[in-house]
C-alpha cells in the first residue's frame, strides 16, 4: 500500500511554545488529509480534514485558532499546534487520501507524532 | 449518526483459543470497513478491509472478518490466538466520497493469557 510518512515522531516542548507537525504521502497525491487526536487508551478523534489549497474544515470542538492545518501541495500537510499546553500532549496521527474517481480510494495512515508539552 | 460500536472494551484469551471481536456500524452509505491494530505507542496497522464481493475477507496475521448487512456487523475472528496478538483493535466505516474520513469505535484491548 501506499505510504504516509509522519515527522517528527516524537517531541517535547515547553507550554506556550508551537510544534509543527509534518504528514507527507510518499509515493501518491493526496487530494484530502485528516488529522487525528488519540489520548492514551482512547480511539482515534478526527480533528480536521484538509483538501489541498484549501482551508481545513475542523469537527465540533477543535479550536482552529490553536490548531493550524496547511495542506500547501498534493504530497505534504502541516499541523501546527500553537502555544501548547500540557492538556494538549497527544498522539497526533495524519492520513491521506487520494481523489482519483472510479474507485474507492482508501485512506493511509502515518504512523503518528507524540507529543509530551511540559 | 455515523457511528461504530465495539461493545467489548476489554477482552482477555488464552493463548491458542479461538477469537472474536465484535463490531456494529451505523451508516447511511453503502459502507467501507476496516479492523486496524494497534501495539501500545504504536501507529495502525492495517489488518483486513471490506469494500465489496464476498463477505468472508481474510487478512493479515490469520485474521479473518465477516460482513453481515443484515445485522450491521463486521465481526474479526481468528482460530487460534498466539501471545504476540495482545494489542489494541479497532473496527473503522468509511464512505466512497473522497473528502470523508474514517469513523473508528472505542476499540477493543485484547490480552492474551498464558
Known amino acids: 500500500g501506499a505510504v504516509v510518512s509522519q515527522h517528527p515522531s516524537r517531541v517535547i516542548c515547553k507550554s506556550g511554545t508551537s510544534v509543527k507537525i509534518e504528514c507527507r504521502s510518499l509515493?501518491?497525491?493526496?487530494?484530502?488529509m485528516f488529522w487525528y487526536r488519540q489520548f492514551p487508551k482512547q480511539s482515534l478523534m478526527l480533528m480536521a480534514t484538509?483538501?489541498?489549497?484549501?482551508?481545513?474544515?475542523?469537527e465540533q470542538g477543535v479550536e482552529k485558532d490553536k490548531f493550524l492545518i496547511n495542506h500547501a501541495s498534493l504530497t505534504l500537510s502541516t499541523l501546527t499546534v500553537t502555544s501548547a499546553h500540557p492538556e494538549d500532549s497527544s498522539f497526533y496521527i495524519c492520513?491521506?487520501?487520494?481523489?482519483?474517481?472510479?474507485?474507492?480510494?482508501?485512506?493511509?495512515f502515518g504512523p503518528g507524532t507524540r507529543l509530551t508539552v511540559l | 449518526a455515523q457511528s461504530v460500536t465495539q461493545p467489548d472494551i476489554h477482552i482477555t484469551v488464552s493463548e491458542g483459543a479461538s477469537l472474536e471481536l465484535r463490531c456494529n456500524y451505523s451508516?447511511?452509505?453503502?459502507?467501507?470497513l476496516f479492523w486496524y491494530v494497534q501495539s501500545p505507542g504504536q501507529g495502525l496497522q492495517l489488518l483486513l478491509k471490506?469494500?465489496?464481493?464476498?463477505?468472508l475477507v481474510q487478512g493479515i496475521k490469520g485474521f479473518e472478518a465477516e460482513f453481515k448487512r443484515s445485522q450491521s456487523s463486521f465481526n474479526l475472528r481468528k482460530p487460534s490466538v498466539h501471545w504476540s496478538d495482545a494489542a489494541e483493535y479497532f473496527c473503522?466505516?468509511?464512505?466512497?466520497?473522497?473528502?470523508?474520513?474514517?469513523?473508528f469505535g472505542k476499540g477493543t484491548t485484547l490480552s492474551v493469557s498464558s
Open positions: 484538509s483538501n489541498e489549497g484549501s482551508k481545513a474544515t475542523y
Open positions: 451508516y447511511g452509505a453503502t459502507p467501507y
Open positions: 492520513s491521506a487520501r487520494e481523489g482519483t474517481s472510479g474507485a474507492y480510494n482508501e485512506q493511509f
Open positions: 509515493d501518491f497525491q493526496a487530494t484530502t
Open positions: 471490506y469494500f465489496s464481493g464476498d463477505t
Open positions: 473503522a466505516v468509511g464512505a466512497y466520497q473522497a473528502g470523508t474520513a474514517l469513523i
